[in-house]
């Protein structure tokens, strides 16, 4: 069965720091790219973050970019989001999601699979 799971998200200041996690099991985690996406109430699933199945690689979109950071780890089949310097704008639910398709990864439509999302809420 395969799972992805995210944890880390919460109520955070502006300004602030926090680490999301992904734990994925049920499928082999290093033959996929894995990304981040984030939809916000009334809007659209967008993209947030891909990194190649071995890390050498990481896309953002241009509204985090210096500010986000995606890793992986392979041996403990879980992909990471540093965000910096949150903004109020940056409220969504995160998603973790898994693809095979490394050219088309903004688009949410080739990910095969998808976590539950955990809620980021930036406010003072």
């Known amino acids: 069965q395969v799972q992805l799971v995210e944890s880390g998200g919460g109520l955070v200041q502006p300004g602030g720091s926090p680490r999301l996690s992904c734990a994925a099991s049920g499928f082999t985690f290093s033959d996929y790219y894995m990304s981040w996406f984030r939809q916000a109430p009334g809007k659209e699933r967008e993209f947030v973050a891909a990194?190649?199945?071995?890390?050498?690689?990481?896309s953002y979109a241009d509204f985090v970019k210096g500010r986000f950071t995606i890793s992986r780890d392979n041996a403990k089949n879980t992909v990471y989001l540093q965000m910096n310097s949150l903004k109020v704008e940056d409220t969504a639910v995160y998603y973790c999601?898994?693809?095979?398709?490394?050219?088309?990864?903004?688009?949410?439509?080739?990910?095969?699979?998808w976590g539950q999302g955990t809620q980021v809420t930036v406010s003072s």
């Open positions: 999601a898994a693809t095979r398709n490394w050219g088309n990864r903004q688009h949410h439509r080739v990910y095969d699979y």
């Open positions: 990194i190649f199945w071995s890390g050498i690689a990481t």
